[in-house]
């Protein structure tokens, strides 16, 4: 299938320093999704982005869909303990099924207070 | 807001053993998917559905099948459990279309023995 590259793996950070994670494509997507999960829970969505070059925010987050098309990141501003957790982004690729979306391999991030 | 609900938090059971696992979302979403989630892997789609009665194999279809006679209802199916198929299992709905974002339930962790 797709591959989608994202990274880092792992972070681990203090409190209230702000974090960063990307994931690249080798195809273009035209749906980047970020997604947040908790330990022993199912993903919950935090921020969708469906245009090329677009930019937004929930919160504390900020997500960016890149120029290229196959390429986006993740910002967390200020991190908190609960922030913890896997990030997962997810991409559905122009031309091929609207049904799958493509994942990446995850960002554990840990945050020390 | 969109509930995906999976019949089980947690099972175990015995190698060789047949086992259902079951999804149900509160939706209407045409799309169903089945993934694995495993350290260091990420998500790994297994079957997904795209109408009553229809489904493809994802990446990881061996040893696994799928049920969908209900648009709401998407079942997992194990044959003959294995100890190589203990992991977190999570059932994932979406909307048809190009842009819509996948609503995930909260997983059920399953251990063979």
């Known amino acids: 299938g797709q591959q989608l590259n994202q990274s880092p793996q792992s972070m681990f950070i203090q409190e209230g320093e702000d974090v960063s994670m990307n994931c690249t494509s080798s195809s273009i997507f035209n749906t980047w999704l970020w997604y947040k999960q908790d330990p022993g829970e199912g993903p919950v969505l935090l921020i969708a982005l469906y245009k090329a070059g677009e930019l937004t925010s929930n919160g504390r987050l900020t997500a960016q869909f890149g120029i290229t098309r196959k390429d986006s990141f993740l910002n967390i501003s200020a991190s908190i303990p609960s922030d913890v957790g896997i990030y997962f982004c997810a991409g559905q690729f122009s031309g091929g099924s609207n049904y799958k979306l493509t994942f990446g391999k995850g960002t554990l991030l840990t945050v020390n207070p | 807001d969109v509930k995906v609900t999976q019949s089980s938090r947690y099972l175990v059971k015995r190698t060789g053993e047949k086992v259902f696992l079951e999804c149900v979302q509160d939706?209407?979403?045409?799309?169903m998917f089945w993934y694995r989630q495993d350290p260091g892997l990420g998500l790994r789609l297994i079957y997904f559905?795209?109408?009553?009665?229809?489904?493809e194999k994802g990446d990881i279809p061996e040893g696994y099948s799928v049920s969908r006679e209900k648009k709401e209802r998407f079942s997992l199916i194990l044959e003959s459990a294995s100890t190589n198929q203990t992991s977190m299992y999570l059932c994932?709905?979406?909307?048809?279309?190009?842009?819509?974002?996948?609503?995930f339930g909260q997983g059920t962790r399953l251990t063979v023995v």
């Open positions: 559905s795209y109408d009553v009665k229809m489904k």
């Open positions: 939706m209407d979403h045409e799309n």
């Open positions: 994932a709905s979406r909307n048809r279309g190009g842009n819509t974002e996948a609503f």
